[in-house]
Each structure stands twice: as structure tokens, then as C-alpha cells.
């Protein structure tokens, strides 16, 4: 186990609402970054936070956003869901970027 | 932006039988790492390859990563139906604007067959 926590586990939401999902970094890690994985597809990157701030950013909409707590902890929001954000939601957990561990994920339902 | 190519899509193989998934980016890499995703789980860290021509082992599993720094091949000997599960490539590029963002290969899903 790599000690990367994310909640919740599953989670069926409508289109247009908004949700937020959790993520616990590795302890000693100040870096968490967040990755959407559609069915059958490698993840892809959506943003990085360290140290609290955003450091970096994939093509993703600006209805996605983050943020990074003191402890490093982290949390994804996602405002006027799309059937498209199906997906299973992935942070990852490193010091600065480097070697990245994956939490369990969130399976997000669109409907 | 930077693209990881990763073939082939599927492997069925006869367990004994060896294994290996290529993986190319179309930019120089500063380095590439492994995962191993089984059905309905998350990613799971296998490795990290940073030299040019770096080649690792880990048990039954070689990892190379080429002397340009743009492809890398994951290679295992003698398969097991514990290795069922789909292998990415990810590379991260030195310089791009998010440190440490991983760009993912599509995976390869392996199957093995008793």
C-alpha cells in the first residue's frame, strides 16, 4: 500500500451538479497531482499542486479545479458535470514530482 | 504537446510464454516510469528509468529505457497468470512547464492463459 487515501470510493452524481473529491498525500510528500482515467484509456494529467499552489496544468476546462491544504492533502472539484467526466479519478502523491504513487482512485458516474 | 505511443494494444500469451510492451514519445524524456493497473484497480509504481540506455531488472522483469531518451521497453521472462493486468508507460519531460507531470502511453492489457 502506498498510503495515498482518496474518498469516496464511488460516487453517482447528475449532469450540471458539481462534486468534490478528497485525496490524502503520502506522508513526507508535498506534491499531489490529479489524473482523470476514462474506461480503457491511460490516466491523463488534469493539474499538479505543490506546496499549496497549482504548479501546472493539463487541457482540462476551468471548471476543474484544486486545491492543496497545509498538510498536504488535497481536493478536485468539478462544477456543471458532463456525461464525459465518467471517469475514475486518480491522485498521485510524490516529494516535488518525483516517483509518484497512486492512490485507489474515485469512480465518478455521470448521469 | 508531448505524445507517448505505447504498442501493442493487447498480449495473449500462454503463461511460460515471454512478454514485452514498447512504449515512444515523441519528445526526449527526462525520465519514464512503469505501472501496472489490474482490473478495476490504480496505477501501481514498478519502476523509474532516468540514464539514456538505463536498463533495470526486477525479477522476471527488464526495463529499458534507449539511448535517446524517447523510447523504452518493459520485457518479462517467462509470464505468470499473476502478471494479467495492463502495463503503462509514462514519460515526464524536463521541459515542460508542470514538474513532474507524467504523460501516459494507452497501455498494454495482458492476458495469460493457464
Known amino acids: 500500500e502506498t498510503g495515498v487515501t482518496q474518498s469516496p470510493t464511488h460516487l453517482i452524481k447528475t449532469r450540471g451538479q458539481q462534486v468534490t473529491l478528497r485525496c490524502s498525500s503520502q506522508?513526507?510528500?508535498?506534491?499531489v497531482s490529479w489524473y482523470q482515467q476514462a474506461l480503457g484509456q491511460g490516466p491523463q494529467f488534469i493539474f499538479q499542486?505543490?506546496?499549496?499552489?497549482?504548479?501546472g496544468r493539463g487541457n482540462f476546462p476551468p471548471r476543474f479545479s484544486g486545491l492543496q491544504f497545509p498538510n498536504y492533502s488535497s481536493e478536485l472539484n468539478v462544477n456543471a458535470l458532463e456525461l464525459d467526466d465518467s471517469a475514475l479519478y486518480l491522485c498521485?502523491?510524490?516529494?516535488?514530482?518525483?516517483?509518484?504513487?497512486f492512490g485507489p482512485g474515485t469512480r465518478l458516474t455521470v448521469t | 504537446g508531448q505524445q507517448v505511443m505505447q504498442i501493442p494494444q493487447y498480449q495473449h500469451v500462454q503463461e511460460g510464454e515471454d512478454f514485452t510492451t514498447y512504449c515512444n514519445s515523441s519528445t526526449t524524456l527526462s525520465n519514464i516510469q512503469w505501472y501496472k493497473q489490474r482490473p478495476g484497480g490504480h496505477p501501481v509504481f514498478l519502476i523509474q528509468l532516468v540514464k539514456s540506455g538505463e536498463v533495470k531488472k526486477q525479477k522476471r522483469l527488464t526495463f529499458q529505457f534507449g539511448e535517446a531518451k524517447k523510447n523504452s521497453s518493459l520485457h518479462i521472462t517467462a509470464t505468470q497468470t499473476t502478471d494479467v493486468g495492463t502495463y503503462f508507460c509514462?514519460?515526464?519531460?524536463?521541459?515542460?512547464?508542470?514538474?513532474?507531470?507524467?504523460?501516459f502511453g494507452q497501455g498494454t492489457i495482458l492476458t495469460v492463459h493457464p
Open positions: 509514462a514519460g515526464s519531460n524536463a521541459g515542460g512547464t508542470s514538474y513532474g507531470k507524467l504523460t
Open positions: 499542486y505543490y506546496r499549496e499552489e497549482e504548479n
Open positions: 506522508s513526507g510528500h508535498n506534491t
Open positions: 498521485a502523491s510524490s516529494l516535488a514530482g518525483i516517483l509518484q504513487y
